[in-house]
Each structure stands twice: as C-alpha cells, then as structure tokens.
C-alpha cells in the first residue's frame, strides 16, 4: 500500500473520474467534453481509448494510494460495448463505482451493469419538457426516461439527475424540482453551473447564487458535502445538490478529484490541459509516479492558478426570473 496522495494544500485525492472514450451520440450546445474540446462522432475511429487492461491498471494502481471511488464518464461511456466488463474489473479493486451518463443507451444496459457491480448512476437531464430537452441536447427525452425507469427498476438507487444551470435551463428548474420530488426520494437532483470557460465564451450563465436562495428559501434543511463543500437543500423528501465550481475558491480548496482522461492521461484539474501526464507505456513503478506527480502539481484553479476572478457573494445575489425569492 502506498501513502495516501496529498498535494502541497493538503487536499486529499479520494476520487477518481476516468474518460472512457470521447466519442458522443449526443450534441449538447454546452459540451465542455471534460475540457478536452470537441467531442467525437460515435462511429468516428477510437485506436486511441484505453484498453480494459490498461484501465484496470490504472484503477489498481488508484487503490493502491487508497482513492475510494471511481466515475466513469465520456464523451458518452455507453457508446462502448465494453462498460460492464470495465465495472467488473473495477469493482475488485475499488466498490464505489458509479457513472454519469447521457441515458440514452442506459435502458438496455442498465441490468447489466448493476450485475457487474455499478453502485449509482447519473444521468443527465437538462429539461423534462421534451422540446426544450432537444433544443439543448440535440437527442431524444423519451429513452432517457426509459433509462431512468430501469437505472430505478434493477436497484441502481438513488438516480441523481444532472441539470446544466443556464440561461435555457433556469425556467425549468421548477419542473425538474416536481419531477424529483414525486420519485420517493429514489430520484435526486444535481444543478451544475455552466462552465464556460471550458466552451466558446458565450453570455449563457445565470446567478447561481440566486438559483442558491431560491433553494435555500424552500429548504427544511441545507447541507453541506464533504467533496468540493457542495450545498444539498432538502424539501418535501427531496435532495437537491448544487455544484457551483466558477469563481468558487471554497469549491476548489475541497476538491478531492483528480481525472483519468481517455488516453490514459492524468489530469489534476478539470479546468486545466497544461498538467496533463501520459502513462501509456510506463511500468508500474513509472504510473505510481505519475500519480505522485500530477498530485505534487495540483494548485487550486480558483485561488492559486487563477487569482483575479470576480468575487461571489452570496448574500447580496437578487432573484432571477423566473425564480423568485421565497
Ligand atoms: N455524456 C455523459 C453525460 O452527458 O452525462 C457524460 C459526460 S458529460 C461531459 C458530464 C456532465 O458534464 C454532464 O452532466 C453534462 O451535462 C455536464 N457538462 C458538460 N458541459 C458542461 C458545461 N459547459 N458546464 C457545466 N456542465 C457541463
Ligand atoms: Fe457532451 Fe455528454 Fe452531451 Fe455528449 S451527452 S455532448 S458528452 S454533455
């Protein structure tokens, strides 16, 4: 066993998310495709994904510096045949194991994959009107649902919902709230900031502080995760968790994540591409090293990497239409 990863902040990395592939069947406007730029068509070639083997090595490796939980993620991970055997050899190594998905290949695979040992998923779901949903995702609502229903039916519990919060989406926050809420708590919600530095500039984002009160204002109870010290507001049964990274030093002074990319590339950061640290070929010493030192480089993006950022406070955000303070 080695020491556990610790950077030069003290942040612990516990969490690791690898891309699978970034191949996509969907064309979300807001892609930031784990900030590695334009995703790939599903059929285009994929010499260069790892293999199972390789990302096997690379989740036992993970174990050994004691990381607890595995994401998959994409591009879309489902576009390969291969996910359920990718969990399988996972999950000898390290339980956790859960996976965000687009939901649209979810429904077929979904008993599969909780065979194979997938613990949770989430999926991602910007609208629940389905006209707004292909504005935005440029894909189908219908067997996204399906998804759901058999992410639900096999036991993959609770489903967490991810909403993209931008200026397409603010209106139907409401409607995903009801959604949510009518799902005996097996659904959860999960509202992420629009990020776009990690996309064309584009005027999209909206006051997630304001998205923030409006949550605070109809929660029993708020509170606070561990990981990137997210808000989850609680109402009626249901549990809504905000992840806000941009301008949010606090965000990135926890953050315990680092990243797999497809390639097999080390990632400390979401944000940044100039950390990135190749393992293809190196022997297991040489990947027990790389781990150390994508570790040893981490700096928190807000705070240290980027230090002039407009401030956030929270106290003084005013209420976006259509939500309104209460
Ligand atoms: N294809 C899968 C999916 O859509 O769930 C997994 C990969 S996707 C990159 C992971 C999550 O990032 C999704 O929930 C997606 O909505 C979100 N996302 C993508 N671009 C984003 C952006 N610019 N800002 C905030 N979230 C974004
Ligand atoms: Fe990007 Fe996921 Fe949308 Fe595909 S489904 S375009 S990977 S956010």
Redesign the pocket.
Known sequence: MEAMLVDAFGREVTDLRI?VTKR?N?G?I?????GLGP?LRPRAPHDEEMTVDEIERIVRTAREFGIRTIKY?????LVRTDVEEIVARTVRQIPDVS?????SMLARRAEALRNAGLKRV???M?AIDPTAFREI?KGDLHPVLEGVREALRVGLVPVKL?????KHTLEHIPAMLDFVGNSDGHLKL?L?????E??DPKDWSVDIDAVKKWLEGKAEKVLVREMHHRRIYLYNGTEVEV?DPVYNEEFCFNCHRIRVTHKGELKGCLNRNDDLIPTRGLDDDGLRKAFRTVVAQRVPYYGVHVKEFPRRDGDAAQPVFPLSAG
């Open positions: 891309s996509c969907f979300c807001y892609c930031h495709d784990e995703i993620t994409g591009g879309e991970p996976m965000t998905t687009n939901g989430n999926v991602s910007d995702r991810n909403m993209v919060v931008f999960q992420i900031q629009f990020m776009p990690l996309v992840v």
